[in-house]
């Protein structure tokens, strides 16, 4: 198996290089259960955000990077959940279609948690960024819920979304072509 080496504050991991369609690979960087780098990376993030009054995160992969930035930040933090949960109240929900998951899934936010970002400054704290289709859903949640996006941020930008200039990101990640080498 081919792997991508990324250095990420004083960090080396080799992450496998995976097919996602038949033209293209991405290397895959799963922050699940790597403390380490989400103790390393997070107070770099912090540095690079404006001042906020709530964060979001999608489920489930940036859960881990956005509980310790809010730790850091000494303020709670919310998630979209990617199914409407019988405890919610008035959710409110957007459709989202991402590069790492097959077909249409949703996003939804508790009532009370829209409460919590009514007329708020909004930081959307994720993994990685890629197509920026995940970060926009979850921003259209947010301002369907009345809330204000003053950050959108990551680890890393992957892809075309190095040339973006509305996301705060640490590093890149390359895409590769179905054997493995890199395409951009």
């Not at 496998?16 to 403390?35: C, H, K, Q, R, Y």
């Not at 404006?50 to 489920?59: F, G, I, T, Y």
Request: charged share 25%.
């Amino acid at each position: 198996m081919k792997t991508y080496t990324l250095e990420i504050c004083g960090l080396k991991r080799k992450l496998p290089i995976i097919p996602i369609s038949d033209e293209l690979s991405i290397a895959s960087f799963v922050i699940l259960g790597d403390t380490e780098l989400v103790c390393r990376v997070a107070p770099e993030l912090v540095k690079r955000l404006p001042e906020v009054d709530a964060l979001v995160s999608a489920e489930a992969k940036g859960i881990p990077l956005i509980h310790e930035v809010s730790r850091i930040m000494g303020m709670n933090y919310i998630v979209a959940r990617k199914s409407v949960k019988a405890y919610m109240e008035n959710p409110v929900i957007v459709e989202v279609d991402s590069i790492t998951t097959h077909g249409k899934q949703i996003l939804c936010l508790n009532g009370i948690d829209v409460e919590k970002v009514k007329g708020k400054r909004v930081a959307i704290i994720d993994d990685v960024i890629s197509t920026g289709a995940s970060v926009a859903a979850v921003e259209k949640l947010v301002k369907k819920a009345g809330g204000k996006i003053v950050a959108k941020a990551a680890i890393l930008a992957e892809g075309d979304a190095v040339n973006r200039d509305d996301i705060i990101y640490l590093g890149t990640l390359p895409l590769f072509d179905r054997e493995g080498n890199i395409i951009k």
